[in-house]
């Protein structure tokens, strides 16, 4: 009989919790990828994995662990702790490759008072319809929150790149998106998740051309940039140093 995995997401926010039971093999992996990507799109204060009820079949499908860990090192980068692991999972998952330095504690339950007693970084999140009125509205709510948050010299730059994320949803993906604006160790943070999963792609305009830079202006402007491909679609995200 084929091995089987279920990932039962039990809450998304401020902590993301992931509840797994059934066999992790090879087989399963792929189930384990998803699901760990669309808890962790949610971007989260840190990603807690409930493992007491699964096995680990063979560990060849601790590799679906190891890659989402790399996929999301630079976002969400969030904590992502394994809860309940027996002796022999929590060693299966230490001898894997990029798992060494995931956390561990008892249980859910003292993993989310761990992050109760936690600051919580300051974070927006805005829900926006595909229409040209969006991108005004993400770019007034990016100039007022950097002066509220002391960061006013980042506020043109952060505006811009703000209105370029939505700007590209707006003319591509003709979907509802949530735009999220963070500041996370010293770094404002912003991505935008939407319902398509078109990859977005830099385009290569003609010099006397009017648009299409809008990507390569998020990529001069920002530190970081990427997308995260998910099953209903995907997130882009960026960082900007708030570095002097």
Known sequence: MPSQLV????????????????????????ALHLAVLGSLA?????????????????????????????????????????????PETEAAIQATPACDGL????????????AAAEPVPPRLRLRLRPVPDA?????QLVTQTCDAWQRSDLAGTAALIATE????????????????????NGELRMSVRDGSRRMPEPANPAVTSPGGRGLWLVRDLTDAWGVLPVSDGKVVWTRLSTAA
């Open 7 to 30: 990932c039962r997401p039990v809450q998304d926010r401020p902590v993301a919790v992931l509840r797994l039971s059934g066999t992790l093999d090879p087989l399963t992996g792929d």
């Open 135 to 139: 991108c005004r509205q993400v770019r």
């Open 103 to 114: 956390d561990y504690a008892p249980t859910c339950e003292a993993a989310l008072a761990e």
């Open 42 to 86: 949610t971007d989260p204060d840190r990603l807690l994995l409930d493992v007491t009820d699964l096995r680990i079949g063979d560990p060849l499908g601790l590799a679906a662990l190891s890659a989402v860990v790399d996929q999301t090192a630079d976002w969400p980068d969030v904590p992502i702790v394994l809860c309940g692991a027996t």
């Open 165 to 184: 994320l939505v700007a590209n949803v707006v003319r591509h993906a003709h979907t509802t998106m949530e735009f999220t604006f963070g500041l996370h």
